[in-house]
Protein backbone atom coordinates (compact mmCIF):
# COMPACT_ATOMS: atom_id res chain seq x y z
CA UNK A 1 0.00 0.00 0.00
CA UNK A 2 1.21 3.43 -1.23
CA UNK A 3 -0.14 6.87 0.37
CA UNK A 4 1.00 9.95 -1.51
CA UNK A 5 0.15 13.32 -0.25
CA UNK A 6 0.14 16.51 -2.12
CA UNK A 7 -1.25 20.23 -1.74
CA UNK A 8 1.04 21.59 1.14
CA UNK A 9 3.00 24.67 0.93
CA UNK A 10 3.29 28.07 2.50
CA UNK A 11 0.50 30.39 2.67
CA UNK A 12 -0.57 33.18 5.05
CA UNK A 13 -2.99 33.82 8.12
CA UNK A 14 -6.66 33.09 7.00
CA UNK A 15 -5.55 31.69 3.53
CA UNK A 16 -6.96 27.82 2.58
CA UNK A 17 -5.10 25.22 1.22
CA UNK A 18 -6.64 21.29 -0.22
CA UNK A 19 -4.17 18.48 0.92
CA UNK A 20 -4.64 15.35 -1.30
CA UNK A 21 -3.41 11.84 -0.78
CA UNK A 22 -4.20 8.80 -3.15
CA UNK A 23 -3.90 5.42 -2.17
CA UNK A 24 -2.54 2.53 -4.31
CA UNK A 25 -2.04 -1.00 -3.41
CA UNK A 26 -5.25 -1.88 -2.00
CA UNK A 27 -9.04 -1.35 -1.85
CA UNK A 28 -9.48 1.87 -0.96
CA UNK A 29 -12.90 1.76 0.05
CA UNK A 30 -11.83 -0.65 2.52
CA UNK A 31 -9.66 1.66 4.24
CA UNK A 32 -10.64 4.31 7.48
CA UNK A 33 -8.68 7.01 6.16
CA UNK A 34 -7.32 10.14 8.77
CA UNK A 35 -4.77 13.36 8.76
CA UNK A 36 -2.50 13.68 11.51
CA UNK A 37 -0.02 16.45 11.72
CA UNK A 38 3.73 16.97 13.33
CA UNK A 39 4.88 20.33 14.43
CA UNK A 40 8.47 20.74 15.32
CA UNK A 41 9.81 19.38 18.50
CA UNK A 42 6.24 17.82 19.07
CA UNK A 43 4.37 14.67 18.87
CA UNK A 44 2.29 13.58 15.74
CA UNK A 45 -1.19 14.50 16.50
CA UNK A 46 -4.70 13.41 14.86
CA UNK A 47 -6.36 16.12 12.61
CA UNK A 48 -9.05 14.45 11.18
CA UNK A 49 -10.51 10.94 10.10
CA UNK A 50 -13.23 9.26 7.84
CA UNK A 51 -14.77 6.29 7.84
CA UNK A 52 -15.10 3.96 4.89
CA UNK A 53 -18.36 5.31 3.28
CA UNK A 54 -17.68 8.90 4.13
CA UNK A 55 -20.60 8.87 6.48
CA UNK A 56 -18.73 9.71 9.31
CA UNK A 57 -16.49 12.20 10.06
CA UNK A 58 -14.09 13.09 12.97
CA UNK A 59 -11.83 16.25 13.87
CA UNK A 60 -9.01 17.61 16.13
CA UNK A 61 -11.72 20.23 18.19
CA UNK A 62 -8.96 23.18 17.33
CA UNK A 63 -9.61 22.60 13.14
CA UNK A 64 -13.70 21.85 13.53
CA UNK A 65 -15.36 24.40 11.45
CA UNK A 66 -12.36 25.28 9.30
CA UNK A 67 -11.07 22.04 8.06
CA UNK A 68 -13.37 19.12 6.48
CA UNK A 69 -12.37 15.82 4.96
CA UNK A 70 -13.86 14.25 2.13
CA UNK A 71 -13.29 11.12 0.07
CA UNK A 72 -13.65 10.18 -3.26
CA UNK A 73 -13.76 6.07 -3.46
CA UNK A 74 -13.92 6.25 -7.57
CA UNK A 75 -9.98 8.23 -7.33
CA UNK A 76 -8.87 6.57 -4.41
CA UNK A 77 -8.33 9.51 -2.79
CA UNK A 78 -8.89 11.77 0.45
CA UNK A 79 -8.69 15.51 1.08
CA UNK A 80 -8.35 18.08 3.69
CA UNK A 81 -9.95 21.15 2.95
CA UNK A 82 -8.32 23.79 5.49
CA UNK A 83 -9.55 27.02 5.49
CA UNK A 84 -9.19 29.82 7.44
CA UNK A 85 -5.52 28.70 8.48
CA UNK A 86 -3.70 30.06 11.45
CA UNK A 87 0.14 30.08 12.42
CA UNK A 88 -0.70 27.52 15.06
CA UNK A 89 -1.73 24.80 12.21
CA UNK A 90 2.37 25.09 10.79
CA UNK A 91 3.23 21.38 10.76
CA UNK A 92 4.00 18.39 8.26
CA UNK A 93 0.80 16.88 7.53
CA UNK A 94 0.30 12.94 7.16
CA UNK A 95 -2.25 11.03 5.72
CA UNK A 96 -2.80 7.55 6.80
CA UNK A 97 -5.06 4.54 6.52
CA UNK A 98 -6.10 1.63 8.47
CA UNK A 99 -8.06 -1.54 7.98
CA UNK A 100 -10.06 -2.07 11.03
CA UNK A 101 -12.52 0.39 12.73
CA UNK A 102 -11.47 1.68 16.17
CA UNK A 103 -10.03 4.54 18.15
CA UNK A 104 -9.71 6.82 14.96
CA UNK A 105 -7.56 9.30 16.51
CA UNK A 106 -4.77 6.67 17.74
CA UNK A 107 -1.70 6.69 15.13
CA UNK A 108 -0.59 3.72 16.22
CA UNK A 109 -3.79 2.05 14.86
CA UNK A 110 -3.11 2.89 11.58
CA UNK A 111 -1.74 0.71 8.94
CA UNK A 112 0.00 2.79 6.29
CA UNK A 113 1.54 5.90 6.22
CA UNK A 114 2.15 8.60 3.45
CA UNK A 115 5.74 10.80 3.43
CA UNK A 116 4.03 13.93 4.40
CA UNK A 117 3.31 17.61 2.97
CA UNK A 118 4.80 20.26 4.91
CA UNK A 119 2.00 23.10 5.55
CA UNK A 120 3.50 26.64 6.42
CA UNK A 121 0.98 29.50 7.65
CA UNK A 122 2.95 32.82 8.68
CA UNK A 123 1.34 35.13 10.48
Known amino acids: VQLVESGGGLVQAGDSLRLSCTQSGRTFSNSIMGWFRQAPGKERTFVAAINWSGGSTYYLDSVKGRFTISRDNAKNTVYLQMNSLKPEDTAVYYC?????????????????WGQGTQVTVSS
Open 96 to 112: AARRTPGRVTSASEYNY
